[in-house]
């Protein structure tokens, strides 16, 4: 099959973050067929903005093909980044990549909602070439912006978004969510219910292959020379993340003058200058700070680890399920994992690789992590192979694709 699978902020090779998109697209080549990255030229989460002149502009990396639709520069979360997401469904419906720029005509369209806004060139084309049409959920518009943001589900955003949701509910083939509660919620919005497919996200089995040493090797090895339990974050340093709650539980363990334990927080974000400047004054001397580190360093990096973290917020958003990233990585590791997200069905309760608290009080982590740093490594280790076990069998990249192959080959011919 010819498959354009359309991500606002799909990454390649060329980037630091490149996610489902590639790695889906690498999997379903590697089954014979030909997967069509749609992406915008820039967004803030890129590390190498594509210089491009033209409208679109293609280019095959790593044996994948990309298409880059250009849209407008921008800093920070204001209108001008809404501006750049309009910008990206605006020329998605406009320009006609078939005929006018000779892409492949799609048998399958996907639409990943990074935001919604793309859905609608998503709906023209695929009646236009007669191609299956799947929106993909990765976050649910606008309840995300509301529970997340404190937006109100009022503001003309909210109702924007709104509108775009229903729409390809309505539309679509098939929807694919990340989420493995969220169900009920589409199918009151007008899902029909056997649309309704769970993909979740996944990780490429080729992650811990062809790595590099951490940047970070002296500096945490040093640590575990002296005998220490390292409890270790590595992403994003934002509100999301809810890291206070950890900063917290690390001044209370010093405080009960546990010296055996060292938090490691690695990576950056909105919120970094902020913990640190509380970590210094409060003289809690039992966290390390580092910047973030190539993708590659990742898996030695948590070979340093005896314990991981996964941090949210508890909101009633996360009923509908959670699916990050980190987790797969984490359980790839074969480390076991605190996580502070209250959520059903959750990956690791299911897999028995760790604890999951449903809490951010700084003394149910510190004594959680106490109580680890306390079980014999024998058990840890079990706890880290049950979550390498799991991630093999459910959530390998290989794995999805199939999944994906099966949802679209269900949808009828006729469809649109």
């Known amino acids: 099959m010819n498959i354009w699978y359309a991500h606002h902020y799909a990454g390649s090779k060329l980037e630091a973050t490149y996610g489902r998109p590639y790695n889906l697209a690498k999997s379903l080549a590697e089954k014979g067929n030909n997967c069509r990255i749609i992406a915008a030229s820039f ?108 937006i109100s589900s009022f503001h003309p955003l909210s109702l924007i978004l709104s509108w775009f949701e229903k729409k390809a509910y309505k539309q679509a083939d098939a929807v694919v969510s990340l989420l493995p509660n969220a169900k009920t919620h589409m199918t009151e919005l007008g899902l029909k219910s056997d649309k309704f497919n769970y993909i979740p996200n996944g990780i490429d089995a080729q992650t811990f292959e062809n790595t590099q040493p951490s940047s970070y090797r002296d500096i945490i090895g040093e640590l575990k020379n002296e005998g220490k339990f390292i409890f270790m974050y590595t992403g994003a340093h934002g509100i999301p993340n809810a890291l206070v709650p950890l900063i917290k539980a690390a001044e209370l363990i010093q405080q009960k003058g546990d010296k055996n334990i060292e938090f490691v927080l690695i990576g950056d974000g909105s919120c970094k200058q902020d913990l640190q400047n509380y970590a210094q004054n409060h003289q809690i001397n039992n966290i390390h700070f580092l910047d973030a580190i190539p993708r590659a360093e990742i898996p030695d990096t948590l070979n340093f680890a005896d314990l991981v973290f996964i941090g949210g917020r508890n909101l009633p958003l996360y009923k509908f399920g959670v699916s990050p990233n980190k987790m797969f990585e984490y359980m790839l590791a074969g480390k076991p994992i605190l996580m502070t997200i209250s959520s059903p069905n959750n990956p690791l309760e299911l897999a028995q690789a760790g604890t999951c608290i449903g809490s951010n009080d700084p003394i149910i982590i510190a004594n959680t992590v106490l109580q680890y740093a306390n079980r014999p490594r024998s058990d840890m280790e079990v706890i880290g192979e049950r979550g390498l076990e799991y991630v093999k069998k459910h959530h390998l990249y290989n794995i999805l694709a199939q999944q994906y192959i099966d949802v679209i080959e269900k949808i009828p011919l006729n469809s649109q």
């Not at 001008?80 to 309009?86: F, G």
């Open 43 to 150: 967004h803030h989460l890129m590390r190498a903005p594509v210089v491009q002149n033209n409208s679109v502009h293609s280019e095959k990396l790593d044996g994948i093909n990309f298409t880059w639709l250009k849209t407008p520069e921008y800093q920070g979360n204001g209108l001008k980044r809404i501006m750049n997401m309009i910008s990206f469904g605006y020329r998605f419906r406009t320009l006609d990549l078939l005929n006018e720029y000779e892409i492949e005509k799609p048998d399958a369209i996907i639409i990943s909602s990074a935001h919604p806004f793309h859905i609608i060139g998503g709906i023209h084309w695929a009646k236009r070439y007669k191609a299956k049409l799947i929106f993909e959920v990765r976050d649910i518009w606008p309840l995300s912006l509301i529970q997340l943001l404190g």
